[in-house]
């Protein structure tokens, strides 16, 4: 059975609108002031948590520029590019996370990180942070999984190319070294990925199945998969931020600008207040409309003994007669009264 989780004070589940993470990721460009900017334009959005990615090209691969080292998919975001200048590029330097996560703070928001092996653990537990985030190109590092989980704080795993038996490995690792609050997200590791590749259904399914919170890594263009997914029951949202996609990056693309994470706040709330309860017949401000329902009405003007036919009896709006299911039982009763055109029928007015 699942339990209450809180990161930094905040509740992530389904009585909680979904948590929304900016993820800054290699859009600073190389600029610690631009960084800053992200984190404040973030932070204006109202978007709860603000991550960025700890490592160093050295942690991530080899320096070279050759066969798999280099990347030669003319599709790919980064073709031309080694994978060692690509990480070098999009790094966000050991030095700056203390000053991005102080002034994720001061904003009121929830900073953390992914890191990558467990030297970046060691570095992020002494800067305090409140969780930690597990890529999914790294979903089935378990010894990292395990050094995360170590930490007993919560840990947000991208299950993006996993299959069930992986995932089942990870999850596995997870708990087993003390991780009591997880949460998988379903991903599309494409960059940026289609509505189509996306699959929300996965998640109801991943929920039951891992017995844990899920949510989404969304990399598709818009708001609508998000929204779609909070629908499905996804209780943490992540996109990519940046503060705008005309001033390039290695993740640009498919990042999103300020109106549009304003809009994705709005949105996934909107859509998360609207699943409310399973609920039939009127609801308490649904009440006065029920007076516009057709029901039964007398249509013309009738005597005493007259016979209630298809011709003086119609179902009309408002909603004061008898309702309209009544109509074959009516018919050919005979009133005991004189009654005008527009008299609501009742079972007062027979016998």
């Known amino acids: 059975m699942r339990h209450e989780i809180r990161i930094s004070g905040r509740l992530i589940g389904a009585s909680a609108p979904p948590f929304v993470i900016a993820e800054m990721s290699g859009n600073h460009n190389q600029s610690l002031k631009r960084a800053l900017e992200i984190v404040d334009e973030a932070a204006k959005t109202g978007a709860h948590a603000l991550k960025i990615q700890t490592y160093t090209p050295d942690t991530m691969t080899l320096d070279l520029d050759v066969r798999e080292f280099h990347i030669d998919d003319p599709k790919s975001l980064w073709a031309g590019s080694s994978l060692f200048k690509l990480y070098e590029k999009a790094q966000t330097p050991y030095e700056w996370h203390q000053a991005i996560f102080q002034r994720a703070r001061h ?24 969780c930690y985030k597990i890529a999914s190109f790294e979903n089935t590092d378990l010894d ?11 840990v947000i795993i991208s299950t993006g190319m996993a299959s069930i038996s992986e995932l089942g490995d990870t999850v596995n690792a997870a708990r087993d070294a003390g991780c009591e609050d997880l949460i998988l997200l379903k991903c ?28 989404l890594s969304d990399h598709t263009l818009g708001v609508g998969v998000s ?24 993740d640009s693309v498919f990042s999103m600008e300020p109106s549009e994470m304003k809009q994705l706040i709005v949105e996934t709330e909107r859509a998360w207040a609207a699943l409310g309860r399973v609920s039939y017949g009127p609801i308490k401000d649904e009440l006065k409309s029920l007076q516009f329902r057709r029901t039964l009405y007398v249509t013309k003007n009738l005597k005493s003994g007259d016979v209630l036919t298809k011709d003086n009896v119609r179902a009309i709006r408002p909603g004061k007669g008898l309702p309209i299911k009544y109509l074959p039982i009516v018919i050919g009763k005979k009133i005991n009264q004189d009654i005008e055109i527009g008299t609501p029928l009742s079972w007062k007015l027979f016998g």
């Open 107 to 130: 904003h009121g928001m929830i900073p953390f990180s992914t890191p990558f092996d467990a030297g970046a653990v060691d570095f992020l537990e002494e800067l305090g942070v409140s």
């Open 144 to 154: 990292l999984i395990r050094r995360v989980s170590a930490t007993k704080k919560p």
């Open 188 to 215: 599309t590791s494409t960059y940026p990925a289609t509505p189509e590749n996306s699959n929300l259904l996965t998640i109801p399914h991943m929920r039951e199945l891992f017995d844990c919170e899920v949510g």
């Open 227 to 250: 929204v779609a997914s909070v629908a499905l029951g996804a209780t943490v949202i992540e996109k990519h931020f940046t503060l705008n996609r005309a001033d390039g990056g290695v």
